[in-house]
C-alpha cells in the first residue's frame, strides 16, 4: 500500500536558518514518482519538485535542495538560509506508475520562519 | 499561460442539499483530480478524468461524483450534503495520466454545510 508520512507536524525556526523536511515514503511499486509542494496561507498548492525513482540525485535549486534516498525510502527538503516568505505548509506526495494521477499525500508539515 | 481555476471560491450550504463546484485546467491539461482536504484528515484524492472518463476514483461514498467535458474542463457534485463534507475542495490539472506528470493546483472552494 502507498504511503507517506511526514514526521515533523511544525517547526519553528528563526530566519536565516537552515531547516530540514523529512519525508518518508512506503511503496511496492518499482516505479514511482516523488513531489513536494508548497501550500502557502494563501491554500494554492505550488508545485515544487518531482523525482522518478530511477533518479536518486540529489537536487539543489537556490536555497531549496532535495535529498533522494531509496535505501531509507526518503525524500528529504532542505531550505537554506530560511526567509519569513519560506513560511508555509509543505507537503510531500507520492504516485506510483500503476495508479497514474492517484497522488498521495503526506500530512504535511508547517514551517514558521519567524524575523 | 493562466493555472487552474475553480469557481466559486466559497460556498455555504445547508445539510441535505446539493452542490456543484467546476475547475477549468491549465490550457493543454487533460487530466484532472479532484482532492478533499480537511484539518482531520489532509488531502485525500477524489477522482481523476482524463478524456471525459473518470480513470481513478478515491475512497469516497457514491454521493460524490464528478464528470469531464470534451474541453478538459470538470466539475465535481455532492449530493446529500453532510456537515462533515464542509473542506476545502481542489482540482488540479496535469498534462497527461500517468503518474509521473506533476499536478497543477487551483486555489480551491472552500465549502461549509450547515
Known amino acids: 500500500a502507498q504511503k507517506v508520512t511526514q514526521a515533523q507536524t511544525e517547526i519553528s525556526v528563526v530566519e536565516k536558518e537552515d531547516v530540514t523536511l523529512d519525508c518518508v515514503y512506503e511503496t511496492r511499486d518499482t516505479t514511482y514518482y516523488l513531489f513536494w509542494y508548497k501550500q502557502p496561507p494563501s491554500g494554492e498548492l505550488v508545485f515544487l519538485i518531482r523525482r522518478n525513482s530511477f533518479d536518486e540525485q540529489n537536487e539543489i535549486s537556490g536555497r531549496y535542495s532535495w535529498n533522494f534516498q531509496k535505501s531509507t525510502s526518503s525524500f528529504n527538503f532542505t531550505i537554506t538560509a530560511s526567509q519569513v516568505v519560506d513560511s508555509a505548509v509543505y507537503f510531500c506526495a507520492l504516485s506510483e506508475e500503476s495508479y497514474g494521477q492517484n497522488f498521495v499525500f503526506g500530512p504535511g508539515t508547517r514551517l514558521s520562519v519567524l524575523p | 499561460k493562466a493555472g487552474v481555476t475553480q469557481t466559486p471560491r466559497y460556498l455555504i450550504k445547508t445539510r441535505g442539499q446539493q452542490v456543484t463546484l467546476s475547475c477549468s485546467p491549465i490550457?493543454?491539461?487533460?487530466?484532472v483530480s479532484w482532492y478533499q482536504q480537511t484539518p482531520g484528515q489532509g488531502l485525500q484524492f477524489l477522482f481523476e478524468y482524463f478524456s471525459e472518463t473518470q480513470r481513478n476514483k478515491g475512497n469516497f461514498p457514491g454521493r460524490f461524483s464528478g464528470r469531464q467535458f470534451s474541453n478538459s474542463r470538470s466539475e465535481m457534485n455532492v449530493s446529500t450534503l453532510e456537515l462533515g463534507d464542509s473542506a476545502l475542495y481542489l482540482c488540479?490539472?496535469?498534462?497527461?495520466?500517468?503518474?509521473?506528470?506533476?499536478?497543477?493546483f487551483g486555489p480551491g472552494t472552500r465549502l461549509t454545510v450547515t
Open positions: 490550457s493543454g491539461h487533460r487530466s
Open positions: 488540479a490539472s496535469s498534462r497527461d495520466r500517468l503518474g509521473g506528470y506533476e499536478q497543477y
